[in-house]
């Protein structure tokens, strides 16, 4: 069941810019910490940056700077704005959220199925 849907990936210049978006497919009690990550060809998935409900963030070094992630709680939402993009930030990029069912169940995570970002001349 995809509970976390993305979109906003393709194929982009370097130096160009896209802008991901993702949304939560169904209703939950609670969505704490929302955000992205990134999983390049041989690679170990890694955090590109998380905004908790409060809009608290947390940046890798290697996006400081140039990506800027925001939600909106009314609507479930979280984006990921991607500015001056380089060869290296090529990866599936995927949603994360930390979320709870009802208001006596634990919070869980739940991911997206991800969104092919190719930043190639």
């Known amino acids: 069941q995809v509970q976390l849907v993305e979109s906003g990936g393709g194929l982009v210049q370097p130096g160009g810019s896209l802008r991901l978006s993702c949304v939560a497919s169904?209703?939950?009690?609670?969505?704490?910490?929302m955000g992205w990550y990134r999983q390049a060809p041989g690679s170990e998935r890694e955090l590109v940056a998380v905004?908790?409900?409060?809009?608290?963030?947390i940046y890798a070094d290697s996006v400081k700077g140039r990506f800027t992630v925001s939600r909106d709680n009314a609507k479930n939402t979280v984006d990921l704005q991607m500015n001056s993009l380089k060869p290296e930030d090529t990866a599936d990029y995927y949603c994360?959220?930390?979320?709870?069912?009802?208001?006596?169940?634990?919070?869980?995570?739940?991911w997206g199925q991800g969104t092919l970002v190719t930043v190639s001349s």
């Open positions: 169904r209703r939950f009690f609670d969505i704490r910490a």
């Open positions: 994360k959220a930390e979320v709870r069912i009802t208001s006596t169940s634990g919070y869980l995570e739940v």
């Open positions: 905004i908790t409900s409060g809009a608290g963030t």
